[in-house]
């Protein structure tokens, strides 16, 4: 009796001191799939220490990216989703892109650094005339840390040229809307911009904002980013006309493949505690 409770101590022991295989521990590592074929595309804006509205610190985004990595999620370059949206790529399980908008130079100062860290890449919908006035209150990405960043991984594309912003459509200014789907008011006119004038200044928007963006960054794709995710069909046939292939709304929702508009989850809020943000990554999921 002695010598067999000594041979099952030893098997015990044998069992607790063997090397766990390769196999073994990818096994233990790996997590369930919340999702197969399908995309979920996160939003951001501006990151600060100070919180507010669109803006969250740093402290937050790192949060959500290290929930990312420990939950299982894979994330993709915004080049892999838009093959997939084409029908042209496939995309790992339980698939994320990072996406940011309109072009803050605290994209590089916070986000960059956490985004390495965790080996994600991101792209970010910048405005054009920001980056190339630097005429902004808050600093924007110049041309030649967005150089740097894409020999990196990271990319960038439109959130139109100039026609981010809400402005006056009749003349007391009592009704105000997104310049991108709206015909203005015209001051030094005194009247409201015809059709025609709407249509030509979208139009000229968008092919100089794909101009600027090939001649800066050698871009060969293009997509867009709609300022607080307004558009209606002209703007989007005349982004269209510019070459633009991809468009990204404001609404939410998880992505399959065969659509050209692409559901966003607004991840940027100080709102978004850990626990909210699994949540909605599960809601979607």
Not at 208 to 217: A, T
Not at 247 to 257: A, D, E, Q, S, V
């Amino acid at each position: 009796m002695r010598m067999k409770v000594i041979a099952a101590l030893l098997v015990i022991a044998i069992a607790i001191t063997w090397p766990v295989s390769q196999y073994q521990l990818n096994a233990a590592n790996n997590k369930p799939a919340h999702y197969k074929n399908k995309v979920i595309v996160l939003m951001y804006h501006h990151i600060d220490m100070k919180e507010s509205g669109a803006t969250i610190s740093p402290s937050r985004f790192g949060t959500h990216m290290k929930l990312l990595k420990e939950n299982g999620y894979n994330v993709i370059s915004v080049e892999q989703f838009m093959d997939f949206m084409q029908n042209k790529g496939k995309v790992p399980d339980n698939a994320v892109v990072i996406t940011f908008d309109d072009g803050y130079e605290s994209f590089n100062l916070y986000a960059v650094p956490i985004l390495k860290k965790n080996n994600f890449v991101a792209t970010h919908f910048i405005i054009g005339a920001s980056s190339d006035k630097q005429n902004v209150h808050t600093k924007h990405l110049s041309w030649d840390t967005m150089r740097k960043l894409k020999a990196e991984g990271f990319s960038f594309y439109s959130h139109t040229y100039n026609q981010h912003d809400y402005v006056p459509l009749d003349k007391k200014g009592h009704k105000k809307g997104p310049m991108l789907t709206n015909q203005i008011y015209l001051k030094d006119k005194g009247r409201v911009e015809t059709k025609k004038e709407y249509t030509a200044r979208v139009a000229a928007d968008a092919q100089l904002m794909e101009k600027r963006l090939k001649e800066e960054l050698n871009n060969t794709r293009q997509m867009i980013a709609f300022p607080f995710g307004a558009f209606n069909s002209t703007a989007k046939q005349l982004e269209k006309n510019a070459g633009v292939a991809l468009f990204f709304t404001t609404h939410p929702g998880i992505n399959r493949p065969g659509s050209d508009e692409v559901f966003r989850l607004n991840a940027g809020t100080p709102a978004l505690t850990a626990n909210k943000f699994l949540k909605m990554m599960k809601k979607y999921g």
